[in-house]
Each structure stands twice: as C-alpha cells, then as structure tokens.
C-alpha cells in the first residue's frame, strides 16, 4: 500500500519538498489558481514522476458543492497569499478578492487518492473544525493528522470524534529557528539527514517533531497555559 500525505491548504507549497521525502506520493490541494500553478510549476518532475499530484480546488466538508466563492487576501505578497473559503466576517469582505474555484470534498479526495498516513490542514482558522468532523463522521481516521488550533475547538474534536490519544504541539511562528538543520527520517531508509524549514512551513510531523508525545490531559494543561493561535495541534494513536 502506498504511504499518502496530503497537504491540504499547500500556499506556495513550502511543505512539499519536506513530505516527498517521508512518503510515496503526496497530494497538494491549493484552491489559489496562481498558487497552484506556481507549485505545478516548481515540481513539474514530481508531477511527471507521479511522486505529486495538485488538486486546484476549495476542500469542503460537504459533496458536490460544485463551483463556489473563494476569498484572496488582497494586501499579502504574492507567493503568501491568504485565502479562505466560507467567506470572511462581513466588515473584513474589502480585504479580499472574491473567485470562483472548483471544490471537493475532504472525503472524496480521500477516495480518489488514497488513505492518508499523514494529512495537514492548515485552510482557515474557522474551517478546519468542520473538515475534521467530515472526516471522522466517514471513519477516516489518519495514522497522524495536524490541524492549525486558532480555538479550542480543533482540539475537543481530535479527542472527542477523532478519538485521538497522543499529541504534539507546534508553535509555528519559531519552525524556521527551531527546526533549522533539523535532523529528519527518511521514508523506507534507515537514516536521518537534516533539513531546514522555511518560515511559513508547517514544519515537521510524526517524530520528527522535538519532544514526548502528551497524553489528552497534558495537552489541555498545554494550551491553559499558552493558550491556542498561530499552532498546529499534530494527534496519532501511535
């Protein structure tokens, strides 16, 4: 069977070089066509090699919403585009772009691609709970799964419909300092080689991230104490 990663929410697709190297292919989802095509681009080889393959569409929690609105952060710099999709707060709308994308649902790309061993979904800080639940509601549970925790909400969905046990956390605003010359395992070779991550990155999964795995109850002390923002929660069973 083949090891799936999927990066759900891939931005310029600063994580991908990262995944290529801990599974057998891996699957980029950019609902941002210029994004999209500057990762098609990039890893033209990758694609040819089937190692990668770029889906342009919104991820939805639901089937066939077929073509919907996606929102583009107007003021952000072209290769770090922030995009959402439900829309933004009404008072934020004349911050962004509006574009029509094809969408899919969570559960179907999971269908046409394969089981995931690995997904992050980094798409918006209110749309990553809903995705979740899809997910679980359906019985797709992956070995490892990470999700950017704006609230409490994505961690009581890990435990409570993920029925996950062991966790991570990942301040994100250090991942370039603290995971610089990180030294990472490769997929199906018995050696580590060190590996640098770009600022905006999602940073490393599985044991590649520093410390002991917590239990539910060392988590929820974690966040009392330092609370949730711009932080990946990463969970497995083991």
């Known amino acids: ?47 040819n090699d089937e190692r990668l393959v770029v889906e342009n569409c919104a991820v939805t929690d639901r089937e066939n919403m077929g073509e919907v609105d996606f929102y583009t952060y107007s003021s952000q710099p072209h290769l770090h585009v922030f ?19 094809l969408s899919k649902s969570i559960t179907g ?3 046409e691609h394969g089981y995931p061993h690995y997904m992050k979904i980094d798409v918006n800080e209110n749309y990553e709970v809903p995705l979740l639940k899809s997910l679980f509601s359906s019985g797709i549970r992956p070995k490892f799964i990470s999700s950017e925790s704006h609230t409490m ?12 046990r062991f966790f991570k956390m990942v301040d ?3 991942i370039s ?9 490769l997929y199906n ?5 060190k ?5 905006h990155s999602a940073g490393p999964f599985e044991n590649d991230i520093n410390g002991e795995w917590m239990n539910t109850d060392d988590l929820f002390k974690h966040i009392l104490m330092y609370g949730t923002g711009w932080k990946d929660i990463h969970a497995t069973n083991l």
């Not at 070779?189 to 080689?193: A, H």
């Open 172 to 174: 994100c605003s250090t």
């Open 83 to 101: 995009g959402q999709f439900p829309p933004p707060p009404q008072d934020k709308l004349n911050e962004f772009t509006k574009i029509k994308v």
């Open 189 to 193: 070779r018995d050696t580590k080689v």
């Open 177 to 185: 300092e603290i995971y610089k010359d990180h030294l990472i395992g």
């Open 109 to 111: 790309l999971v269908n």
């Open 153 to 164: 909400d994505v961690f009581l969905t890990l435990v409570r419909e993920g029925q996950y």
């Open 195 to 199: 590996y640098s991550f770009p600022h």
């Open 1 to 47: 069977m083949q090891r799936v990663i999927y990066d759900i929410g891939s931005n310029n697709g600063d994580d991908i070089p990262y995944y290529l190297m801990k599974a057998d292919k891996v699957v980029a989802v950019e609902a941002n066509p210029e994004l999209s095509d500057y990762i098609k681009q990039k890893y033209s080889q990758e694609i």
